[in-house]
């Protein structure tokens, strides 16, 4: 099961392009982890809802997984939020927390060589998050259902 956090029900998943790329570009973002949909729901405008999928994995796509938070994962982020895209139809890894996230922002902008980022990200937990990024990765998802998040 995954969760995608919205301030509306998404029945059928879509890929936006924003002014700002994500972690992993654009993309759908969804999470396993149902907390962390919650918090995010709850920053949306609109309605706080979680939307519930159920993922079938198709092993013709092209994926890449990242297991932890490491030099491939950083120098990935990188290009992505620097508007460079890819060709992988889904990825899947680390999500920065708010605190790696400005860390993230803070070695992209130069403030920061790399192993600073690594000591101060280093007792930091990342949570999870999983992008759609082509139209055949989005038919791996269905819509289970939604629900509003808890205030």
């Known amino acids: ?13 879509e890929i936006r392009i924003s002014k700002y790329p994500k972690d992993f570009s654009w993309g759908f973002y ?28 198709n092993n013709d796509l092209k994926i890449l997984r990242f297991d932890k938070m490491n030099d491939e994962w950083l120098d990935f982020i990188a290009r992505c ?6 060709d992988y139809d889904i990825v899947e890894g680390p999500m920065a927390n708010d605190t790696v996230w400005n860390y993230v922002n803070d070695f992209l902008d130069g403030s920061i060589p ?28 269905t819509f289970e259902g939604s629900e509003v998040a808890n205030e």
């Open 114 to 141: 790399r192993s600073v980022f690594w000591e101060l990200a280093k007792f930091r937990h990342p949570t999870h998050q999983m992008s759609f990024h082509t139209l055949r990765a989005l038919e791996c998802l």
């Open 81 to 86: 939020r620097s508007k460079k895209t890819h």
């Open 1 to 13: 099961m995954l969760y995608h956090a919205s301030g509306e029900i998404v029945i059928y998943p």
């Open 30 to 57: 969804c999470t396993n982890n149902y907390k962390q949909a919650e918090r995010w729901a709850r920053r949306n405008r609109g309605t706080p809802t979680i939307n519930s999928y159920v993922y079938v994995e």
